[in-house]
């Protein structure tokens, strides 16, 4: 059977096999949790599947975003976070739903010292470096001094909703020097086309969390990166009306880039 599947048909089995085995594999440290696929949200289902509670029990580290696409989350220390239209974290409650979410129980496996100044790109590239394979999930987290950051954040839609990357053309952006704070998010592997985002995802929290959003370029002055290595992986698709008829064939891999590049 496994053999007659396309790639990301069998991937998308894979994860539901291991969604199966329950949330304990969840919760060892080692799996990352994700709600929906990233591609639905690509095409504009905001339609929040998951209580915040919930999402809470399986990993105490992540990001995603919120009911009807309402601002950026950011997970840190198990304390979930929405960042509004002026980049303020603010905690939320249980009760609130997310239709797209990542989250891990972050230990990490690597720990290395940043004293040199790097820019995004080149951050990017000191992190892959020291990797030992491309193949596997990595939660990051990066707490320290930052020369600059520049974040966003995007505004509640209203049925019929958008594609992101139109509703992304309304986003507030943010722009902030010599501050404190963490960097928090993943790098994934490149199969994962159209069920998450290749490559790197990170959102930014203040340290006095008064400040927050996706990020889309730093600075990043002296720091320290951890790096947790996850081998598992547990994928809960939703089951509403939209997700269920919605086109998923679609390559949606240049609005993704634009959505996580800022540029519209």
Do not use: C
């Not at 320290?144 to 992304?168: C, H, I, N, T, W």
Request: aromatic share 10%; proline share 6%.
């Amino acid at each position: 059977m496994w053999a007659k599947m396309k790639p990301r048909a069998w991937l998308i089995a894979l994860a539901l096999v291991l969604a199966l085995a329950g949330p304990a594999a969840a919760r060892d440290g080692e799996a990352l949790y994700q709600v929906s696929l990233l591609d639905a949200l690509l095409a504009g289902d905001y339609q929040g599947s998951v209580k915040v509670g919930e999402l809470t029990r399986h990993g105490d580290l992540g990001l995603g975003t919120f009911d009807a696409l309402d601002g950026e989350m950011v997970v840190s220390g198990g304390t979930v976070y929405r960042v509004d239209m002026q980049g303020v974290p603010r905690r939320v409650p249980p009760s609130a739903t997310t239709p797209f979410a990542q989250v891990t129980t972050f230990k990490a496996d690597l720990s290395y010292s940043l004293t040199e100044p790097l820019d995004y790109a080149s951050f990017q590239k000191w992190v892959q470096a020291r990797l030992p394979s491309a193949n596997y999930f990595y939660a990051i987290r990066v707490t320290g001094a930052f020369d600059y950051v520049k974040a966003r954040s995007v505004p509640r839609q209203k049925e019929p909703y958008p594609p992101l990357a139109q509703a992304a053309k309304k986003q507030a952006v943010f722009e902030w020097k010599n501050l404190q704070g963490e960097l928090i998010g993943f790098l994934s592997p490149a199969y994962m086309k159209g069920i998450g985002a290749p490559g790197w995802h990170l959102h930014f929290l203040g340290a006095a969390k008064k400040r927050g959003g996706h990020l889309l370029a730093v600075k990043i002055r002296d720091a320290v990166v951890e790096v947790d290595l996850t081998p598992r992986f547990m994928l809960v698709l939703p089951k509403n009306k939209r997700f269920m008829q919605m086109d998923l064939e679609r390559d949606r891999a240049k609005a993704l880039k634009a959505v996580e590049q800022g540029k519209h």
